[in-house]
T-cell receptor
Framework: GAGVSQSPSNKVTEKGKDVELRCDPISGHTALYWYRQSLGQGLEFLIYFQGNSAPDKSGLPSDRFSAERTGGSVSTLTIQRTQQEDSAVYLC????????????FGPGTRLTVL | GENVEQHPSTLSVQEGDSAVIKCTYSDSASNYFPWYKQELGKRPQLIIDIRSNVGEKKDQRIAVTLNKTAKHFSLHITETQPEDSAVYFCAVSNYGGSQGNLIFGKGTKLSVKP
């Protein structure tokens, strides 16, 4: 079946602009995660949605970052007033119920802030 | 919060040798320990996981051991092959407790030389 998809695959923007990154999880998966991976670095947790519970936003690096998950499916990560240090690959993952289930990752969105 | 340390950061082995990667964690309530493999330019994929009620788990050439007392777990790859070359990430979760998301280690770049 279809895996996790993300769009766009690449995004180049100018410093100070806002960007929106989209994630379509696997159908039926109730948990959705966003991570950031800088070049050659590990996976930095950003935010976690699990069912109808309030999202865990503890990983968001600043108030310029926000995320929504509409209808328990598609999620959008928004970065306002982008900075050069925001440049990274943003990965989305989904799992069936919670974080003890296998996480399936999307291909990522490579964000470049000039 | 949870802190996950992963060693070594790079590991080079000859084809056919074994490779061992170790992770330590800080939260004794953590109960789920997956390992992900990320090939160059690709998304992370789960290769094996272990839960806190099990000490060891094997899947062909891959095994994971868990020592809850010492708060560490290790990935063992035997009879390494060039296609095992990738970055390996350990992760820790405490679903149902204070931390429902996965916290990843910084990764180990494994190179298997033919």
């Amino acid at each position: 079946g279809a895996g996790v998809s993300q769009s766009p695959s690449n995004k180049v923007t100018e410093k100070g602009k806002d960007v929106e990154l989209r994630c379509d999880p696997i159908s039926g998966h109730t948990a959705l995660y966003w991570y950031r991976q800088s070049l050659g670095q590990g996976l930095e947790f950003l935010i976690y949605f699990q069912g109808n519970s309030a999202p865990d936003k503890s990983g968001l690096p600043s108030d310029r970052f926000s995320a929504e998950r509409t209808g328990g499916s598609v999620s959008t990560l928004t970065i306002q007033r982008t900075q050069q240090e925001d440049s990274a690959v943003y990965l989305c993952a989904s799992s069936l119920f919670d974080s003890t289930d296998t996480q399936y990752f999307g291909p990522g969105t490579r964000l470049t802030v000039l | 919060g949870e802190n996950v340390e992963q060693h070594p950061s790079t590991l080079s082995v000859q084809e056919g040798d074994s490779a061992v990667i170790k992770c330590t964690y800080s939260d004794s309530a953590s109960n789920y320990f997956p390992w992900y493999k990320q090939e160059l330019g690709k998304r992370p994929q789960l290769i094996i996981d272990i839960r806190s009620n099990v000490g060891e788990k094997k899947d062909q050439r891959i095994a994971v051991t868990l020592n809850k007392t010492a708060k560490h777990f290790s990935l063992h790859i035997t009879e390494t092959q060039p296609e095992d070359s990738a970055v390996y990430f350990c992760a820790v979760s405490n679903y149902g407790g204070s931390q429902g998301n996965l916290i990843f280690g910084k990764g180990t770049k494994l190179s298997v030389k033919p």
